[in-house]
Protein backbone atom coordinates (compact mmCIF):
# COMPACT_ATOMS: atom_id res chain seq x y z
CA UNK A 1 0.00 0.00 0.00
CA UNK A 2 1.23 3.75 -0.92
CA UNK A 3 -0.31 5.05 2.22
CA UNK A 4 -2.00 4.38 5.53
CA UNK A 5 -2.32 1.78 8.07
CA UNK A 6 -4.01 -2.04 7.12
CA UNK A 7 -6.82 -2.19 9.72
CA UNK A 8 -7.43 -6.07 10.33
CA UNK A 9 -8.02 -8.00 13.37
CA UNK A 10 -5.95 -11.44 13.54
CA UNK A 11 -2.30 -12.31 14.20
CA UNK A 12 0.87 -11.51 12.87
CA UNK A 13 0.98 -12.11 8.39
CA UNK A 14 3.76 -14.54 8.38
CA UNK A 15 3.94 -17.81 10.25
CA UNK A 16 4.91 -18.27 13.94
CA UNK A 17 7.18 -21.55 13.38
CA UNK A 18 8.76 -20.27 9.69
CA UNK A 19 11.91 -19.76 10.72
CA UNK A 20 12.11 -22.65 12.96
CA UNK A 21 10.75 -24.79 10.17
CA UNK A 22 13.41 -23.38 7.92
CA UNK A 23 16.40 -25.40 8.70
CA UNK A 24 14.76 -28.81 8.46
CA UNK A 25 13.31 -27.75 5.12
CA UNK A 26 16.77 -27.09 3.45
CA UNK A 27 18.19 -30.88 5.17
CA UNK A 28 15.36 -32.08 3.33
CA UNK A 29 16.89 -30.94 0.39
CA UNK A 30 18.40 -33.56 -2.30
CA UNK A 31 22.67 -33.70 -2.18
CA UNK A 32 23.86 -33.87 -5.63
CA UNK A 33 26.60 -36.20 -5.91
CA UNK A 34 28.05 -35.06 -9.76
CA UNK A 35 29.31 -31.69 -10.89
CA UNK A 36 26.74 -31.77 -13.96
CA UNK A 37 23.87 -31.87 -11.33
CA UNK A 38 25.02 -29.32 -8.74
CA UNK A 39 26.07 -26.60 -11.65
CA UNK A 40 21.98 -27.92 -13.01
CA UNK A 41 20.73 -27.15 -9.44
CA UNK A 42 22.56 -24.16 -8.70
CA UNK A 43 21.56 -22.78 -12.11
CA UNK A 44 17.93 -23.53 -11.11
CA UNK A 45 18.08 -21.84 -7.99
CA UNK A 46 19.48 -18.27 -9.09
CA UNK A 47 16.93 -18.63 -12.17
CA UNK A 48 13.96 -19.29 -9.23
CA UNK A 49 15.28 -16.55 -7.21
CA UNK A 50 15.75 -14.18 -9.68
CA UNK A 51 12.43 -14.76 -10.91
CA UNK A 52 11.11 -14.68 -7.40
CA UNK A 53 12.38 -11.16 -7.12
CA UNK A 54 11.32 -9.84 -10.20
CA UNK A 55 7.50 -11.51 -9.47
CA UNK A 56 7.46 -10.04 -5.83
CA UNK A 57 8.52 -6.68 -7.35
CA UNK A 58 6.12 -6.30 -9.99
CA UNK A 59 3.22 -7.61 -7.75
CA UNK A 60 4.09 -5.20 -5.40
CA UNK A 61 4.31 -2.22 -7.49
CA UNK A 62 1.56 -2.91 -9.47
CA UNK A 63 -0.83 -3.36 -6.08
CA UNK A 64 0.53 0.19 -4.87
CA UNK A 65 -0.21 1.80 -8.56
CA UNK A 66 -3.74 0.27 -8.61
CA UNK A 67 -4.38 1.24 -4.77
CA UNK A 68 -2.96 4.82 -5.45
CA UNK A 69 -5.59 5.23 -8.90
CA UNK A 70 -8.02 3.54 -6.50
CA UNK A 71 -7.01 6.38 -3.60
CA UNK A 72 -6.97 9.12 -6.20
CA UNK A 73 -10.91 8.00 -7.46
CA UNK A 74 -11.78 7.71 -3.55
CA UNK A 75 -10.73 11.48 -3.07
CA UNK A 76 -12.85 12.41 -5.78
CA UNK A 77 -15.66 11.07 -3.79
CA UNK A 78 -15.27 12.96 -0.84
CA UNK A 79 -17.98 13.04 1.89
CA UNK A 80 -20.84 13.82 -1.18
CA UNK A 81 -22.23 9.91 -0.53
CA UNK A 82 -21.61 10.01 3.28
CA UNK A 83 -24.05 13.21 3.28
CA UNK A 84 -26.48 11.80 1.31
CA UNK A 85 -27.28 8.69 3.45
CA UNK A 86 -28.13 10.93 6.82
CA UNK A 87 -31.37 11.95 3.78
CA UNK A 88 -32.17 8.15 3.76
CA UNK A 89 -30.28 7.75 0.29
CA UNK A 90 -32.33 10.79 -1.27
CA UNK A 91 -30.25 10.66 -4.93
CA UNK A 92 -30.38 13.33 -7.16
CA UNK A 93 -34.23 14.01 -7.40
CA UNK A 94 -34.06 15.83 -4.04
CA UNK A 95 -31.02 17.39 -4.47
CA UNK A 96 -29.16 20.26 -6.49
CA UNK A 97 -27.80 19.47 -9.90
CA UNK A 98 -24.28 19.64 -8.62
CA UNK A 99 -24.78 16.68 -6.05
CA UNK A 100 -26.40 14.50 -8.36
CA UNK A 101 -23.43 14.73 -11.48
CA UNK A 102 -21.24 13.93 -8.64
CA UNK A 103 -23.45 11.07 -7.55
CA UNK A 104 -23.56 9.89 -11.01
CA UNK A 105 -19.90 10.04 -11.15
CA UNK A 106 -19.76 7.02 -8.48
CA UNK A 107 -18.47 3.56 -9.09
CA UNK A 108 -20.18 0.38 -8.17
CA UNK A 109 -19.60 -0.93 -4.84
CA UNK A 110 -18.93 2.80 -3.24
CA UNK A 111 -19.63 2.36 0.11
CA UNK A 112 -20.26 5.05 2.42
CA UNK A 113 -21.36 5.21 6.28
CA UNK A 114 -22.19 8.19 8.87
CA UNK A 115 -20.42 7.39 12.54
CA UNK A 116 -21.45 8.82 16.06
CA UNK A 117 -19.98 8.40 19.35
CA UNK A 118 -18.60 4.85 17.75
CA UNK A 119 -22.10 3.77 16.35
CA UNK A 120 -22.91 3.40 12.58
CA UNK A 121 -26.05 5.28 12.38
CA UNK A 122 -26.24 5.16 8.55
CA UNK A 123 -24.62 2.75 5.94
CA UNK A 124 -25.44 2.56 1.89
CA UNK A 125 -23.62 0.94 -1.06
CA UNK A 126 -24.44 1.34 -4.77
CA UNK A 127 -25.14 -1.77 -6.27
CA UNK A 128 -24.84 -0.32 -9.24
CA UNK A 129 -24.34 2.31 -11.90
CA UNK A 130 -28.39 3.18 -11.97
CA UNK A 131 -27.72 4.69 -9.27
CA UNK A 132 -29.59 2.54 -6.82
CA UNK A 133 -28.52 2.46 -2.99
CA UNK A 134 -29.21 -0.54 -0.88
CA UNK A 135 -29.41 0.81 2.48
CA UNK A 136 -29.79 -2.60 3.84
CA UNK A 137 -26.52 -3.95 3.98
CA UNK A 138 -25.12 -5.93 6.63
CA UNK A 139 -22.44 -4.80 8.89
CA UNK A 140 -21.52 -6.82 12.01
CA UNK A 141 -20.44 -5.56 15.42
CA UNK A 142 -17.10 -6.76 14.54
CA UNK A 143 -17.21 -4.51 11.48
CA UNK A 144 -18.47 -1.47 13.25
CA UNK A 145 -15.66 -2.31 15.65
CA UNK A 146 -13.63 -1.64 12.56
CA UNK A 147 -14.74 0.98 11.38
CA UNK A 148 -15.15 2.86 14.43
CA UNK A 149 -10.93 2.54 15.01
CA UNK A 150 -10.12 4.32 11.56
CA UNK A 151 -8.98 7.32 12.30
CA UNK A 152 -10.42 10.74 11.13
CA UNK A 153 -7.46 12.05 9.66
CA UNK A 154 -8.52 12.19 5.39
CA UNK A 155 -5.95 9.54 4.63
CA UNK A 156 -7.29 6.28 2.85
CA UNK A 157 -7.15 3.21 5.29
CA UNK A 158 -7.90 -0.24 4.29
CA UNK A 159 -10.93 -2.28 6.12
CA UNK A 160 -11.81 -5.79 5.62
CA UNK A 161 -15.76 -5.89 5.99
CA UNK A 162 -17.33 -9.64 6.54
CA UNK A 163 -20.08 -8.57 3.92
CA UNK A 164 -18.75 -6.90 1.24
CA UNK A 165 -14.84 -7.84 1.49
CA UNK A 166 -11.79 -5.35 1.58
CA UNK A 167 -11.84 -1.65 0.68
CA UNK A 168 -10.02 1.40 1.31
CA UNK A 169 -11.53 3.83 3.30
CA UNK A 170 -11.33 7.83 3.93
CA UNK A 171 -13.01 8.88 7.18
CA UNK A 172 -13.56 12.92 7.72
CA UNK A 173 -15.64 14.36 10.26
CA UNK A 174 -18.86 15.78 9.79
CA UNK A 175 -20.63 19.41 10.57
CA UNK A 176 -22.87 17.63 12.97
CA UNK A 177 -19.71 16.13 14.79
CA UNK A 178 -19.98 12.98 12.97
CA UNK A 179 -17.99 11.01 11.00
CA UNK A 180 -18.28 10.72 7.51
CA UNK A 181 -16.57 7.61 6.11
CA UNK A 182 -16.69 6.51 1.87
CA UNK A 183 -15.07 3.58 0.43
CA UNK A 184 -14.53 1.41 -2.80
CA UNK A 185 -13.78 -2.15 -3.09
CA UNK A 186 -10.16 -3.29 -3.57
CA UNK A 187 -11.73 -6.32 -5.18
CA UNK A 188 -10.41 -5.06 -8.69
CA UNK A 189 -6.90 -4.36 -7.35
CA UNK A 190 -6.56 -7.38 -6.10
CA UNK A 191 -8.01 -9.27 -9.12
CA UNK A 192 -5.40 -7.86 -11.47
CA UNK A 193 -2.81 -8.73 -8.68
CA UNK A 194 -4.12 -12.08 -8.85
CA UNK A 195 -4.00 -12.60 -12.29
CA UNK A 196 -0.60 -11.22 -12.54
CA UNK A 197 0.61 -14.09 -10.00
CA UNK A 198 -1.00 -16.28 -12.24
CA UNK A 199 0.44 -15.43 -15.52
CA UNK A 200 3.90 -14.67 -13.87
CA UNK A 201 3.43 -18.06 -11.83
CA UNK A 202 3.38 -20.09 -14.93
CA UNK A 203 5.85 -18.15 -17.23
CA UNK A 204 8.55 -18.39 -14.83
CA UNK A 205 7.49 -21.70 -14.14
CA UNK A 206 7.87 -22.94 -17.70
CA UNK A 207 11.11 -20.91 -17.92
CA UNK A 208 12.36 -22.74 -14.52
CA UNK A 209 11.30 -25.66 -16.79
CA UNK A 210 13.28 -24.74 -19.94
CA UNK A 211 16.08 -23.43 -17.92
CA UNK A 212 17.00 -26.69 -16.10
CA UNK A 213 16.36 -28.84 -19.33
CA UNK A 214 18.56 -26.57 -21.06
CA UNK A 215 21.48 -26.10 -18.58
CA UNK A 216 21.90 -29.47 -17.89
CA UNK A 217 22.13 -30.16 -22.02
CA UNK A 218 24.54 -27.12 -21.75
CA UNK A 219 26.47 -28.36 -18.80
CA UNK A 220 26.87 -32.14 -20.15
CA UNK A 221 28.10 -30.07 -23.39
CA UNK A 222 30.23 -28.31 -21.47
CA UNK A 223 31.59 -30.84 -19.50
CA UNK A 224 32.68 -33.57 -22.24
CA UNK A 225 36.13 -32.94 -22.09
CA UNK A 226 36.18 -33.68 -18.31
CA UNK A 227 34.18 -36.86 -18.85
CA UNK A 228 36.96 -37.78 -21.64
CA UNK A 229 39.69 -37.43 -18.49
CA UNK A 230 37.80 -39.17 -16.32
CA UNK A 231 37.91 -41.98 -18.63
CA UNK A 232 41.41 -41.96 -19.11
CA UNK A 233 41.74 -41.60 -15.53
CA UNK A 234 39.61 -44.78 -15.45
CA UNK A 235 41.39 -46.59 -17.30
CA UNK A 236 44.64 -45.93 -15.74
CA UNK A 237 43.17 -46.65 -12.57
CA UNK A 238 42.14 -50.40 -13.88
CA UNK A 239 45.87 -51.46 -15.29
CA UNK A 240 47.87 -53.61 -13.32
CA UNK A 241 51.36 -51.87 -12.59
CA UNK A 242 52.91 -53.96 -10.29
CA UNK A 243 55.23 -55.78 -13.04
CA UNK A 244 55.68 -56.71 -16.08
CA UNK A 245 55.01 -54.42 -19.69
CA UNK A 246 52.39 -51.78 -18.67
CA UNK A 247 50.74 -50.15 -22.31
CA UNK A 248 49.26 -47.18 -21.10
CA UNK A 249 45.88 -46.08 -22.65
CA UNK A 250 46.15 -42.81 -25.45
CA UNK A 251 46.48 -39.23 -23.38
CA UNK A 252 43.44 -37.43 -22.52
CA UNK A 253 42.74 -34.66 -25.41
CA UNK A 254 43.74 -31.18 -24.53
CA UNK A 255 40.78 -28.83 -25.85
CA UNK A 256 41.25 -26.04 -24.68
CA UNK A 257 44.77 -25.35 -22.87
CA UNK A 258 43.51 -22.02 -21.39
CA UNK A 259 40.37 -23.50 -19.71
CA UNK A 260 40.19 -25.43 -16.10
CA UNK A 261 39.54 -28.78 -17.72
CA UNK A 262 42.40 -28.33 -20.28
CA UNK A 263 44.98 -27.32 -17.63
CA UNK A 264 43.69 -30.48 -16.19
CA UNK A 265 43.88 -32.89 -18.90
CA UNK A 266 47.89 -31.37 -19.58
CA UNK A 267 48.45 -32.25 -16.07
CA UNK A 268 47.13 -35.51 -16.19
CA UNK A 269 49.06 -36.45 -19.21
CA UNK A 270 51.89 -35.09 -17.89
CA UNK A 271 51.81 -37.04 -14.88
CA UNK A 272 51.26 -40.28 -17.41
CA UNK A 273 54.26 -39.68 -18.72
CA UNK A 274 56.23 -39.58 -15.82
CA UNK A 275 54.66 -42.38 -14.70
CA UNK A 276 55.11 -44.18 -18.71
CA UNK A 277 58.84 -43.91 -18.08
CA UNK A 278 59.23 -44.45 -14.49
CA UNK A 279 57.03 -48.17 -15.49
CA UNK A 280 59.91 -48.66 -18.64
CA UNK A 281 62.95 -48.27 -16.52
CA UNK A 282 61.04 -50.47 -13.39
CA UNK A 283 60.47 -52.91 -16.75
CA UNK A 284 64.08 -52.81 -18.09
CA UNK A 285 65.49 -52.70 -14.62
CA UNK A 286 63.52 -56.00 -13.41
CA UNK A 287 64.33 -57.84 -17.33
CA UNK A 288 67.80 -56.93 -16.34
CA UNK A 289 67.78 -58.72 -12.83
CA UNK A 290 65.31 -61.54 -14.54
CA UNK A 291 68.45 -62.23 -16.88
CA UNK A 292 71.28 -61.91 -14.31
CA UNK A 293 69.62 -64.18 -11.98
CA UNK A 294 68.97 -66.63 -14.74
CA UNK A 295 72.38 -66.60 -16.41
CA UNK A 296 73.65 -66.99 -12.67
CA UNK A 297 72.19 -70.02 -12.02
CA UNK A 298 72.71 -71.28 -15.07
CA UNK A 299 76.52 -70.30 -14.58
CA UNK A 300 76.73 -71.76 -11.30
CA UNK A 301 75.40 -75.12 -11.88
CA UNK A 302 78.48 -76.55 -13.52
CA UNK A 303 80.73 -74.91 -10.60
CA UNK A 304 78.55 -76.06 -7.79
CA UNK A 305 78.61 -79.83 -9.96
CA UNK A 306 82.49 -79.60 -9.68
CA UNK A 307 82.54 -78.73 -6.21
CA UNK A 308 80.35 -81.42 -5.22
CA UNK A 309 81.42 -84.03 -7.29
CA UNK A 310 85.30 -83.66 -5.91
CA UNK A 311 84.23 -83.03 -2.02
CA UNK A 312 82.54 -86.74 -3.21
CA UNK A 313 85.22 -87.89 -4.92
CA UNK A 314 87.78 -86.41 -1.40
CA UNK A 315 85.89 -88.72 0.60
CA UNK A 316 86.04 -91.86 -1.89
CA UNK A 317 90.01 -91.69 -1.50
CA UNK A 318 91.17 -95.49 -0.02
CA UNK A 319 94.09 -93.84 1.53
CA UNK A 320 94.08 -92.66 5.44
CA UNK A 321 92.65 -89.48 5.62
CA UNK A 322 92.44 -87.00 8.56
CA UNK A 323 89.15 -87.16 10.35
CA UNK A 324 88.95 -83.14 10.21
CA UNK A 325 89.89 -82.83 6.45
CA UNK A 326 86.36 -85.70 6.34
CA UNK A 327 84.62 -83.63 7.74
CA UNK A 328 85.58 -80.52 5.63
CA UNK A 329 84.84 -82.85 2.63
CA UNK A 330 81.62 -83.92 4.28
CA UNK A 331 80.47 -80.17 5.24
CA UNK A 332 81.69 -79.20 1.36
CA UNK A 333 79.69 -81.70 0.09
CA UNK A 334 76.88 -80.81 2.13
CA UNK A 335 76.88 -77.15 1.56
CA UNK A 336 77.38 -77.31 -2.36
CA UNK A 337 74.26 -79.81 -2.81
CA UNK A 338 72.23 -77.31 -0.39
CA UNK A 339 73.80 -74.80 -2.72
CA UNK A 340 72.96 -76.59 -5.93
CA UNK A 341 68.82 -76.36 -4.97
CA UNK A 342 69.55 -72.96 -4.35
CA UNK A 343 70.53 -72.54 -7.94
CA UNK A 344 67.91 -75.01 -9.14
CA UNK A 345 64.88 -72.74 -7.47
CA UNK A 346 66.52 -69.50 -8.56
CA UNK A 347 66.48 -70.70 -12.07
CA UNK A 348 62.88 -71.80 -11.62
CA UNK A 349 61.99 -68.30 -10.48
CA UNK A 350 63.48 -66.86 -13.28
CA UNK A 351 62.33 -69.04 -16.22
CA UNK A 352 58.47 -68.69 -14.48
CA UNK A 353 59.24 -65.31 -14.59
CA UNK A 354 60.11 -65.07 -17.63
CA UNK A 355 56.56 -66.87 -18.25
CA UNK A 356 58.18 -70.43 -19.95
CA UNK A 357 55.49 -72.21 -20.55
CA UNK A 358 54.75 -75.46 -18.11
CA UNK A 359 54.29 -78.95 -19.33
CA UNK A 360 50.40 -79.53 -19.30
CA UNK A 361 48.70 -82.75 -19.06
CA UNK A 362 46.33 -84.62 -16.60
CA UNK A 363 47.81 -85.01 -12.90
CA UNK A 364 46.18 -87.51 -10.14
CA UNK A 365 46.26 -84.62 -7.77
CA UNK A 366 45.35 -87.63 -5.18
CA UNK A 367 48.27 -89.55 -5.53
CA UNK A 368 50.77 -86.30 -5.53
CA UNK A 369 48.91 -85.65 -2.28
CA UNK A 370 49.11 -89.48 -1.02
CA UNK A 371 52.98 -89.45 -2.49
CA UNK A 372 54.24 -86.04 -0.79
CA UNK A 373 52.74 -86.69 2.68
CA UNK A 374 54.45 -90.46 2.79
CA UNK A 375 57.70 -88.40 1.79
CA UNK A 376 57.12 -85.94 4.75
CA UNK A 377 56.07 -88.28 7.33
CA UNK A 378 59.35 -90.02 6.72
CA UNK A 379 61.04 -87.11 6.77
CA UNK A 380 59.21 -85.46 10.23
CA UNK A 381 58.23 -89.04 11.57
CA UNK A 382 57.76 -86.52 15.26
CA UNK A 383 54.70 -84.67 13.49
CA UNK A 384 51.50 -86.08 13.08
CA UNK A 385 50.08 -86.33 9.79
CA UNK A 386 46.64 -86.95 8.74
CA UNK A 387 44.89 -87.04 5.33
CA UNK A 388 41.81 -85.69 4.46
CA UNK A 389 41.02 -86.46 0.94
CA UNK A 390 37.93 -87.13 -0.81
CA UNK A 391 36.54 -90.70 -1.89
CA UNK A 392 37.14 -90.25 -6.00
CA UNK A 393 40.34 -89.33 -7.55
CA UNK A 394 40.75 -85.93 -7.76
CA UNK A 395 42.37 -84.65 -11.36
CA UNK A 396 43.84 -81.25 -12.35
CA UNK A 397 45.92 -79.77 -15.75
CA UNK A 398 48.56 -79.11 -15.07
CA UNK A 399 52.64 -79.97 -14.26
CA UNK A 400 53.05 -82.70 -12.67
CA UNK A 401 56.44 -82.38 -11.24
CA UNK A 402 55.80 -78.38 -10.33
CA UNK A 403 52.88 -79.14 -8.63
CA UNK A 404 54.31 -82.26 -6.04
CA UNK A 405 57.09 -79.29 -5.99
CA UNK A 406 54.22 -76.78 -4.43
CA UNK A 407 52.82 -79.44 -2.44
CA UNK A 408 56.40 -80.61 -1.15
CA UNK A 409 57.39 -77.11 0.16
CA UNK A 410 54.08 -76.87 1.84
CA UNK A 411 54.44 -79.94 3.70
CA UNK A 412 58.34 -79.05 4.37
CA UNK A 413 57.82 -75.55 5.34
CA UNK A 414 55.09 -76.82 7.96
CA UNK A 415 57.29 -79.36 9.31
CA UNK A 416 60.10 -77.10 9.46
CA UNK A 417 58.66 -74.38 10.96
CA UNK A 418 56.65 -76.00 13.86
CA UNK A 419 57.72 -78.51 16.70
CA UNK A 420 57.78 -81.72 17.14
CA UNK A 421 54.29 -82.63 17.80
CA UNK A 422 52.71 -80.90 15.56
CA UNK A 423 49.67 -82.10 14.11
CA UNK A 424 49.42 -81.02 10.25
CA UNK A 425 46.37 -81.81 8.61
CA UNK A 426 46.13 -81.98 4.53
CA UNK A 427 42.98 -81.33 2.67
CA UNK A 428 41.92 -82.08 -1.09
CA UNK A 429 38.34 -80.48 -1.60
CA UNK A 430 36.81 -80.70 -5.02
CA UNK A 431 33.87 -78.88 -4.60
CA UNK A 432 35.16 -75.20 -3.75
CA UNK A 433 33.70 -73.93 -6.61
CA UNK A 434 32.75 -74.18 -10.29
CA UNK A 435 35.51 -75.75 -12.32
CA UNK A 436 38.61 -75.52 -9.19
CA UNK A 437 39.91 -77.91 -6.62
CA UNK A 438 40.59 -76.52 -3.39
CA UNK A 439 44.10 -77.88 -1.38
CA UNK A 440 44.67 -76.66 1.93
CA UNK A 441 47.95 -77.67 5.23
CA UNK A 442 46.76 -76.73 8.42
CA UNK A 443 49.03 -77.15 11.42
CA UNK A 444 47.90 -76.05 15.25
CA UNK A 445 51.88 -74.82 15.60
CA UNK A 446 52.47 -71.94 17.27
CA UNK A 447 51.52 -69.74 14.28
CA UNK A 448 53.00 -67.10 11.72
CA UNK A 449 54.27 -63.93 13.40
CA UNK A 450 52.27 -60.80 11.80
CA UNK A 451 54.65 -58.77 10.38
CA UNK A 452 56.06 -62.18 8.66
CA UNK A 453 52.32 -63.42 6.90
CA UNK A 454 52.11 -59.82 4.76
CA UNK A 455 55.55 -61.15 2.96
CA UNK A 456 55.69 -64.84 3.68
CA UNK A 457 55.09 -65.30 -0.55
CA UNK A 458 58.05 -62.95 -1.00
CA UNK A 459 62.12 -64.53 -2.08
CA UNK A 460 64.07 -64.42 0.27
CA UNK A 461 61.53 -64.58 3.39
CA UNK A 462 63.08 -66.44 6.23
CA UNK A 463 61.15 -67.05 9.96
CA UNK A 464 62.87 -66.72 12.96
CA UNK A 465 63.78 -70.22 13.98
CA UNK A 466 64.45 -68.81 17.87
CA UNK A 467 60.37 -69.43 17.95
CA UNK A 468 60.96 -73.34 18.20
CA UNK A 469 64.41 -73.97 19.18
CA UNK A 470 65.38 -75.21 15.50
CA UNK A 471 68.75 -73.50 13.90
CA UNK A 472 67.99 -75.79 10.88
CA UNK A 473 64.90 -74.71 10.07
CA UNK A 474 66.15 -71.77 8.09
CA UNK A 475 66.13 -72.04 4.43
CA UNK A 476 67.20 -69.55 1.26
CA UNK A 477 63.60 -68.46 1.78
CA UNK A 478 62.58 -69.46 -1.53
CA UNK A 479 60.10 -72.25 -1.18
CA UNK A 480 56.94 -70.23 -0.59
CA UNK A 481 58.11 -68.06 -3.46
CA UNK A 482 57.98 -70.65 -5.58
CA UNK A 483 54.77 -72.23 -4.35
CA UNK A 484 52.89 -68.70 -5.38
CA UNK A 485 54.90 -68.55 -8.66
CA UNK A 486 53.65 -72.77 -9.46
CA UNK A 487 50.44 -71.81 -8.99
CA UNK A 488 49.74 -68.53 -10.22
CA UNK A 489 51.50 -70.00 -13.44
CA UNK A 490 48.64 -72.80 -13.49
CA UNK A 491 46.14 -69.99 -13.27
CA UNK A 492 45.25 -70.76 -9.50
CA UNK A 493 45.93 -68.48 -6.21
CA UNK A 494 47.90 -69.06 -3.17
CA UNK A 495 47.00 -67.28 0.51
CA UNK A 496 47.69 -67.79 4.37
CA UNK A 497 45.92 -67.45 7.26
CA UNK A 498 47.81 -67.53 10.90
CA UNK A 499 46.71 -67.11 14.44
CA UNK A 500 48.39 -68.71 17.37
CA UNK A 501 47.50 -72.66 17.41
CA UNK A 502 46.10 -72.71 13.24
CA UNK A 503 47.88 -72.08 10.42
CA UNK A 504 46.58 -72.28 6.96
CA UNK A 505 47.76 -72.24 3.81
CA UNK A 506 44.95 -72.36 0.94
CA UNK A 507 45.91 -73.25 -2.90
CA UNK A 508 43.06 -72.70 -5.60
CA UNK A 509 43.69 -75.01 -8.33
CA UNK A 510 41.39 -74.68 -11.66
CA UNK A 511 40.59 -78.28 -13.07
CA UNK A 512 40.98 -77.35 -17.14
Known amino acids: MTSGDRVRAGGPTAPAGLLTRLPRFLARLPRFRTLRARITFGLV ?48 DDHDGDEDADTRRMATGTFGACLRSGAVTDKGLIRSG ?125 ADPHS ?28 RLRRFAADASHELRTPVASVRGHAELGLLHPGPVPPEVTRALERIAAESSRMGLMVDDLLLLARLDAGRPLERGPVDLTRLVLDAVTDARAAGPGHGWVLDLPEDPVTVTGDTHRLHQVLANLLANARLHTPVGTKVTVTLDPGA ?80
Not at 50 to 66: D, I, K, P, R, T
Request: charged share 20%; glycine share 12%.
Open 45 to 92: VLLAVSCAAVGVAAVVELNGFLTQRLDEQLAQVGTRFPESLEHHGKLP
Open 130 to 254: DLSVDLNITLTARDAERLARIPADGRPHTVELSALGHYRVVATPGRDGDVLMAGLPLKPVEAAVHRLELVAGIVFGLALVTAGVSGALWVRWSLRPLGRVTATATRVSELPLASGVVALPPRAPV
Open 260 to 287: EVGQVAAALNGMLGHVEDALTKRHASEE
Open 433 to 512: GPDAVLLSVHDDGPGMPEELRSGVFERFTRADHRRHGDASATGAGLGLSIVSAVVEAHGGTVGVESTPGSTTFTVKLPTG
